[in-house]
């Protein structure tokens, strides 16, 4: 009888190959294939030994070329034959990458498995962009919320608690919805005029970040064509990137000059 193999569920950060963990890359030489999603960048893919099976089940915005039952099985049936598989995600598979639902399937069908976490793509964008996600006197806790449900409805979240000047809101996969995002937040109490970053492509060589307002960022996205995964984070702490000394793309003009001239 084949002995069966085991899964690794691993998290490849946000695209700078030098953000792999170095368990992960250590892990590239012992596994017999790599399962992994389009946000995982070419770069790291180049790490993959020669020799070692690579399947792609990567999926665009609305759109999933593998489905995520089959993606499950394909994982269930690569272990079942005895395989060391490789499940490559963007970031960290725990957060927003269906990773736990691939662990829970992996589970019931008694598939050996190990969660490798990867550099999130919040904190990484972040840190590329001199973006500091709390700082003393601006905020006291960060959010990572998904700006995107699976049926396409409404976002039924919290938008009274989301709408805290206080704390830093992460949105993941926002682009689709942003204006709906956006609208809640300001019928909620959170101001206009609160700063909001795009970062597009964070921590790649194309990475861009746009600087805004809620009340502008909607506009100002349109404008920008961005190409590939974009961050939200919208709360007081963006005013800091200048501080930090980073430049960034501004269509809507200077927030803090104009905040601090009002
Ligand atoms: C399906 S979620 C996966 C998140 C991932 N598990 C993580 O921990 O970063 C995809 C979303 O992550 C964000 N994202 C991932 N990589 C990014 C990057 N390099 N630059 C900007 N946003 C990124 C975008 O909001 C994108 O829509």
Redesign the pocket.
């Known amino acids: 009888m084949t002995e069966t193999g085991k899964v690794y569920l691993v ?1 490849a950060g ?2 700078d190959p030098d953000l792999l963990t170095i368990k992960a890359h250590k892990l590239f030489d012992q596994v017999d294939v790599v399962v992994y999603d389009r ?1 995982v960048s070419d770069e790291i893919m180049n790490l993959v030994p020669a020799g070692t099976s690579c399947i792609s089940v990567g999926k665009q ?1 609305r759109f999933h070329p593998v489905p995520q039952e089959q993606i499950n099985d394909i994982l269930v049936s690569l272990a079942a034959e005895g395989q060391r598989v490789m499940r490559l ?5 725990f ?3 269906r990773g736990s639902e691939e662990a829970a399937y992996l589970h019931a069908n008694n598939i050996p498995f190990e969660v490798i976490p ?1 550099v ?3 904190s ?2 972040a840190a590329a962009v001199g973006l500091p996600l709390t700082h003393r006197g601006y905020a006291t806790g960060a959010r990572f919320i998904t700006g995107h449900c699976s049926d396409d409805n409404d976002l039924d979240w919290d938008w009274k608690g989301l709408s805290d000047p206080n704390t830093t809101l992460v ?5 689709a919805n942003l204006i709906q995002i956006c609208t809640r937040l300001t019928e909620n109490g959170l101001a206009e005029s609160t700063p909001v970053a795009a ?6 060589p194309d990475q861009r970040c746009l600087i805004s307002s809620l009340g502008a960022i909607t506009g100002d996205v349109a404008k920008c064509n961005f190409s ?4 939200f984070v919208i709360g007081r702490v963006v005013e800091l990137t200048k501080a930090l000394g980073f430049e960034h793309e501004r269509i809507s003009g200077d927030l803090v000059e104009e905040r601090e001239s009002a």
């Open positions: 998290g946000p695209g946000l915005p995600k963007g970031g960290d598979p957060l927003f990458g990867g999130t793509s919040a990484a964008c949105v993941y996969m926002g682009v970062i597009n492509n964070g921590t790649r590939g995964p974009v961050l």
